[in-house]
């Protein structure tokens, strides 16, 4: 697939801000006032529902525009779902290290209802990578802002532990798709987020240790198993790439940006999914034709700024920005180019529109715009 050239114009510094500032206003008037970010009010699948992957990136993105108590309301949200299945944590330890685990629906879900309860309906569940997320993001939350950890240890612990007994077990992927596979993203958030958590002194030395050797292992792990011709690969022994990678590079810096193997990732990416600005998740996707997702978008932007190409990031976040409508909302993805345009329809048919807004499209591009410095005076 050809790298096209943008066809999206330069965006006045001055409208990144205005975006960023009613980006960073939606998310804070849509958080549920249990602290839970709904993924979008209006979608009729993730209606009422928050994950802890999405919700994590959202939490950061708001973090990094200086909205400190919107971030911890969140973190508050997940500690008290955590503590409330400590039980269930423990199980699954205890399963684990018995030589049992438990059965894939016995795993902690990947979403929850705003207030924290399990879902009634039936969800593709077991998805370890938001659970890394999330201690990455409140770990960089904590540093950004200087918040002690203190008031989620408990909860920190609980993950620490459930993660270091199940990092390797096969599971679903950021879409909710191939259960079977061991997916490289989902390694790079467990690893991030272990190793950033292992280094802040909220742990004990025990504990501490436990999470640093799982970091390493899964690190390793990629390594050994997770690469192909030089780059992350979608799943351990696929020779694809996929978009949720570049999170791996930036922002969760489980691969270094400028590493050759995060250099090599980040033109694969570019030029396997990347059309015009607009990102894919994957070539074979078909989730309403396979669109381009702004979120996706705004991920190859932090990577190409990581990496030192500044233009190129520019790029990422014009073409994102280029996708809100005029209600001032960014969706999940867009139709512009499709993978396979026959298999739109009976997702709309399934579902309804494409979901609009998407919170954690407004959070990625905050983030993006942040990084470039172009999200206004407010932000840090």
């Known amino acids: 697939m050809p790298n096209l050239p943008s066809e999206i114009g330069h965006v006045e510094d001055a409208e990144v801000a205005r975006l960023v500032q009613s980006s960073v206003r939606l998310i804070v008037e849509l958080q549920d006032k249990s602290g839970a970010y709904p993924a979008s009010p209006t979608f009729s699948a993730y209606r009422g529902y928050c994950w802890f992957r999405d919700g994590a990136f959202i939490a950061d993105g708001v973090s990094s525009a200086g909205e400190v108590e919107s971030a911890n309301r969140f973190f508050d949200w997940c500690s008290g779902v955590l503590e409330a299945r400590a039980d269930v944590v423990s199980r699954i330890v205890t399963a684990e290290a018995n030589g049992n685990p438990v059965p894939d629906r016995d795993m902690l879900p990947t979403r929850f209802t705003l207030a924290g309860g399990d879902g009634d309906d039936d969800w593709w569940d077991f998805q370890l990578d938001g659970y890394g997320t999330w201690l990455w993001a409140v770990t960089e939350h904590s540093r950004r802002h200087k918040v002690s950890l203190d008031r989620w240890r408990y909860a920190i612990e609980l993950t620490v532990d459930y993660l270091a007994?199940?990092?390797?077990?096969?599971?679903?992927?950021?879409?909710?798709?191939?259960?079977?596979?061991?997916?490289?993203?989902?390694?790079?958030?467990?690893?991030?987020?272990?190793?950033?958590?292992?280094?802040?002194?909220?742990?004990?030395?025990?504990?501490?240790?436990?999470?640093?050797?799982?970091?390493?292992?899964?690190?390793?792990?990629?390594?050994?198993?997770?690469?192909?011709?030089?780059?992350?690969?979608?799943?351990?022994?696929?020779?694809?790439?996929?978009?949720?990678?570049?999170?791996?590079?930036?922002?969760?810096?489980?691969?270094?940006?400028?590493?050759?193997?995060?250099?090599?990732?980040?033109?694969?990416?570019?030029?396997?999914?990347?059309?015009?600005?607009?990102?894919?998740?994957?070539?074979?996707?078909?989730?309403?034709?396979?669109?381009?997702?702004?979120?996706?978008?705004?991920?190859?932007?932090?990577?190409?700024e990581a990496a030192g190409f500044h233009d190129r990031a520019l790029e990422q976040l014009n073409w994102a920005g280029a996708t809100v409508n005029d209600n001032g909302w960014m969706p999940e993805q867009v139709p512009g180019h499709l993978l396979d345009a026959s298999r739109r329809q009976e997702w709309i048919d399934r579902w309804g529109p494409v979901a609009n807004p998407l919170l954690w499209t407004h959070a990625m591009y905050v983030r993006l715009a942040v990084e470039l410095g172009l999200a206004g005076e407010d932000a840090p």
């Not at 199940?166 to 879409?175: G, L």
């Not at 691969?255 to 998740?281: F, K, M, W, Y």
């Open 165 to 304: 007994s199940s990092w390797s077990r096969p599971c679903f992927d950021w879409w909710e798709e191939n259960p079977g596979e061991v997916h490289v993203s989902t390694l790079g958030c467990i690893a991030a987020g272990m190793n950033a958590i292992s280094d802040t002194g909220i742990l004990g030395e025990k504990r501490a240790a436990l999470a640093k050797a799982t970091a390493l292992s899964a690190s390793q792990f990629v390594l050994d198993r997770g690469l192909t011709n030089g780059h992350l690969a979608k799943w351990v022994g696929s020779e694809d790439v996929d978009a949720s990678l570049l999170a791996a590079v930036y922002p969760l810096q489980a691969v270094e940006p400028t590493s050759a193997i995060g250099l090599s990732t980040i033109e694969e990416i570019d030029r396997q999914l990347n059309v015009g600005g607009g990102v894919h998740r994957y070539l074979a996707d078909t989730f309403f034709g396979g669109g381009q997702w702004p979120l996706l978008s705004c991920m190859l932007g932090l990577a190409f």
